[in-house]
RNA sequence: GCGCCCGUAGCUCAAUUGGAUAGAGCGUCUGGCUUCGGACCAGAAGGUUUGGGGUUCGAGUCCCUACGGGCGUACCA
């Protein structure tokens, strides 16, 4: 709709004598007050300028010019300052409801993206520790971005990567070894600055029990560190597994430095003497691009930071043929990140295909007052004990909620006592809700036949209609800008639309024809619902 | 100090990316169940969009500035 009308008002632009060049883009937009029409443009008020005249004068003038056909269009007002609104007619919706209930499940979905391949990058948290609240926020957006991007036709592949070789690692092998040691009866003190959880006792003991004390006089810390790993991983996995993230795979750090894919970059970078040596370091001349100081790439230990790999591994990924690489990052990211781009864009790639998405971090309440985390010292929430309080549904949408760039105030009391209150069960009562009703129709009446549609008049109905619509945009929308609260967002005016008509509008006890229409639209927006729901990783039950 | 992000109702947050009268949920107050699920609905109160300037037909949104908060500012990740 958006596109005819586009072109309606492009063909009756182009009866002003006016370069084409100096045309302002024909936007089409819905109005925030309904009675301003179902579509609106602002073309007039744009024309302002280049025409040297009244808007209100241009939008009578366009108006005028404007040929639309009836059938879908029933009028066009001007109002305000100059504003042209439209309004759907009945015959439009009608067509268009009957559109989605040929679709059924796959309604919403588009070719928008059609033909690319996107790689995205969530997650990512180094095995340490168990998954907390912290890396739920990532998670979940991470996955439910790549949903969405599926749902716009991209082919979408998930990613964790990690590192498993640096100093975290070898820290985290400690820990485990001097639990084991004084598991084994020997009296070791504990590492300055180890891994102080319960999981770590718990590891040593598996070593304990399949070994005995056949390691205490171990010097290298390998089984320790590689245990841990393993162990961590199947740990996160399977919280991953809970909250229905499916990774497509896992990259692992360690690899680049085995394929030389570090030493390639640092050749590269230094031939065009944005590498070089100092202090017995290897540095990059981020002074170049605009930045305070130089960065270190391998330390004079011969370690490198975390910043070379992280070019290896993103020019990797573009090596690999995607069209566009989404990086999930925490605020804590948001200063490194354009190193990488800079890194990659110097070896020749094309950095605009990586998209990072920074978001705000989650402020932890607990007990009525923010809680700092930290996986060293042990004292966080798990995302399994929230979720074996609140389950993955509430989960996955309190992350959801928000904008990832404001600020998201997680308080655990909150969640957990959320329960009924949660604004996810409106949605999923208002599909439950929808699911009863249409079992009882089943009971009293059969239908053959398409439905009649037109018999649907009440206003309640026709908003409904209108915003059953709006799905596959918003999809495209929220995919776009990455930003899934929007779908949040839409789903819950959605159900609070089919509230007021459930209200005003009775389907059982109705003539069987009437009864037969307000089904088809109950099953319309039960199926929105669920398609929804879906796209964010929630369940949709048919009854609660 | 410098860089990035944020500041909207008592609280938590939206606002179609520059559009028309800034909206929801929670909380507070009033009203509504012998009828399809009351886990709901209708209504009320609550705002100088942190303050001050600017840009233009039009600013919560863009620019400058002050203040307040978060995150960075490592040869940590």
Redesign the pocket.
Known sequence: MNEYLQKALADALSRYELDRSSWPDI?I?????P???DA?T?LA??L??PLQSN?RKIAEQLVEYLELDENLVSSVEI???G?I?FRYSKDYLMKNLHHILQKGETFGSSDKNQGKRVLVEFVSA?PTGPLTVGHGRNAVLGDTIARLLEWTGAEVDREYYF?NA???MRVLGQSVQARYLQLTGRDVPFPDGGYEGEYIRDIAKSLAVEFGDKLQDKEDISVFKERAEKEIFNDISATLNRMNIRMDSFFNEHDLYENSSIKEVIQALRKDDLVYD????TWFRTTKYGK??DT?LI???G?????LPDIAYHKNKLERGYDLCIDVFG??????YPDVLNGVRALGYDAEKIDVL?Y??V?IVKDGKPYKMSTRKANFVTLDELMDEVGSDVTRFFFL???P?????FDIAQAKEA???N?V??LQ?AH??I???LR?VEDVAEFTGSPPLHLLEDESETDLIKNLLEFPEVII?AAN?R?P??LI?YL?SLA?SF??F??D?????EDPKLMYARTALATATSRVLANGLSILGISTP???
């Open positions: 936007q937009e819905k109005p925030r007050d009675s301003h029409g609106a602002n008020l744009m302002a300028k808007p109002a305000g300052p504003f609104n180094n590192n640096g100093r975290q100092e202090d017995g370091a305070d100081k270190v330390k004079s230990s370690e490198p930071t975390y910043r605020a804590d990211h948001i200063d490194t920074v705000q971090f402020t909620m928000r904008s760039s404001t600020h998201l105030e329960g009924e209150k604004p069960f409106y009562y439950a809700r699911h009863s009703i009882k929308s800008s930003e609260h929007r967002n819950d609070a509230t007021t459930y209200h509008c009775r389907i059982l006890g048919e009854s609660m």
